[in-house]
């Protein structure tokens, strides 16, 4: 079921992508039962494993935010999650470089740019899309 981030505006969130500005990524996001975040798949370093999502519960400055849960990473599986820091909650931002407005997402040696790419439905959504 497409996520409704405004109950009052009859607003779908029918598909949603995570663009890597440096290197031009398209990252899908899915959703999960019983939530109302976007998630992407797993980043995994050397030494963690990132989990980045959209959360529509909380909004600022019209945007969603990119929550991150970090963990150690124990031979490609999570291990202990690293505590909340600066890098848990990243709002949309004005980007000099880009001149756009993105997430700037920085953790350890890792800093990634992404844009977001939204597909929405008003007032309703279709059920199924029919391809000849």
């Not at 779908?12 to 999960?32: C, G, H, Q, S, V």
Request: proline share 5%; net charge negative.
């Amino acid at each position: 079921m497409p996520i409704q981030p405004d109950k009052d505006k009859q607003k779908y969130i029918l598909a949603m992508k995570l663009i890597n500005i440096d290197t031009r990524e398209e990252i899908p996001l899915f959703e999960r039962e019983e939530s109302i975040c976007h998630f992407a798949n797993e980043i995994i370093t050397d030494d963690y494993i990132i989990v980045l999502r959209i959360d529509w519960s909380d909004i600022r400055n019209s945007d969603p935010v990119l929550d991150a849960d970090i963990y150690k990473n124990v031979s490609g599986l999570k291990g202990d999650r690293i505590r909340t820091g600066p890098w848990h909650h990243t709002e949309k931002k004005n980007d000099p470089a880009s001149n756009k407005t993105i997430y700037l997402f920085k953790f350890d040696n890792l800093q990634l740019r992404f844009m977001s790419k939204i597909s929405i439905a008003v007032g309703g959504f279709l059920d199924a899309i029919l391809e000849k």
